[in-house]
């Protein structure tokens, strides 16, 4: 699908399709595009656009490169990360002719906000370059809401992890369900530090390549790069708590374990006299004069009860209980 974004007065207006000229165009804007959609394109601008295995590399070179006096620019941002599934994919922006053109195979809510704001007057848009750099800024600001939601979530975690409060059924926190949030933020709090990552080299290689040389524009692509950097300082924070919450989880389980082996074993030493006494006196041998006393079988009952309350408040008076 090709959307187009044409200057009207201060503001970008949407198509749904390629405009009748390109005298005005600003913004193309490609989502899941076909193979049809490429090459109409191509043929409108003389360029070639990059495939989705050539947005999938990982090298620098393949994602930040120069053709002509077009810039191919690339990186990696999160789509539905309000929710627990989330994807993580490159985004192509393109500089060409004036006009910036995106390529992508997923949605992140940064482009329909941006869509809106655009959509609005204000922001005085005039070619490709000013609408990146808004675009820019704006996916910068999706991804600072984004970590700060995931420190409220780890906020959360950690009340619940330290929290001595126990549920209405008397059990304390369910630690399977904390570890798989613990799982969950700190996989989304990796995944943002990539995109960032991919942001800030994107930014660093934009800079120069700048055709306009008007001061705001330059003051307002280093505004973008401390806020990338600010960005990066509470995402590794974010990942050390993460981690923090992680080994005192762990901690706590073997805690928890020990406690319960400790039980076991308190259990086993109490009730080990009564079980021998009573195997003494289960053998049934001929010659066991016991057995034909009268009390014998009170006497054997009182000497397992004393041999298991004995051990019990020894361990009791240790503080071991």
């Excluded at 780890?154 to 630690?175: E, L, Y």
């Excluded at 762990?250 to 021998?276: C, M, R, Y």
């Excluded at 009860?305 to 019990?312: D, K, N």
């Amino acid at each position: 699908m090709i959307r187009s974004f044409i200057l009207d007065g201060t503001r970008l207006a949407s198509l749904s399709d390629l405009p009748d000229t390109d005298q005005r165009a600003c913004w193309f804007d490609l989502l899941n595009p076909t193979d049809q959609d490429i090459a109409r394109l191509e043929q409108r601008l003389g360029i070639t656009l990059p495939t989705r295995e050539d947005m999938d590399e990982i090298e620098v070179s393949s994602r930040l490169y120069s053709d002509g006096d077009n810039e191919f620019m690339t990186a990696l941002l999160p789509s539905q990360a309000d929710g627990h599934d989330y994807l993580l994919a490159p985004v192509t922006f393109i500089l060409a002719q004036h006009h910036l053109i995106t390529m992508r195979f997923h949605d992140p809510r940064a482009f329909g906000t941006f869509e809106q704001r655009a959509g609005k007057s204000g922001p005085g848009f005039k070619e490709g370059e000013s609408a990146m750099l808004a675009l820019l800024e704006t996916i910068i600001d999706r991804l600072a809401d984004i970590l700060e939601r995931a420190g409220r979530d780890i906020d959360t975690i950690s009340r619940s992890i330290f929290s001595q409060t126990t549920t209405k059924a008397g059990r304390g926190v369910n630690m399977k369900t904390t570890l798989q949030g613990i799982g969950r933020v700190g996989d989304l709090t990796s995944n943002i530090k990539d995109s960032l990552v991919t942001l800030e080299r994107l930014v660093v290689y934009l800079h120069p390549k700048l055709k306009s040389d008007k001061a705001d524009r330059r003051g307002q692509i280093k505004a973008v790069t401390m806020d990338i950097k600010s960005l990066q300082d509470q995402s590794n924070f974010l990942s050390q708590k993460t981690t923090f919450l992680l080994d005192a989880t762990l901690g706590l389980i073997n805690i928890e374990q020990a406690a319960i082996i400790k039980i076991f074993s308190v259990v086993s030493v109490i009730f080990l006299p009564p079980t021998l006494v009573a195997s003494i006196y289960g053998m049934n041998f001929r010659l066991m004069p016991e057995l034909d006393w009268t009390l014998g079988y009170p006497l054997a009952i009182g000497v397992m009860v004393v041999s298991a309350i004995l051990p019990f408040a020894y361990f009791k008076r240790r503080g071991w209980l």
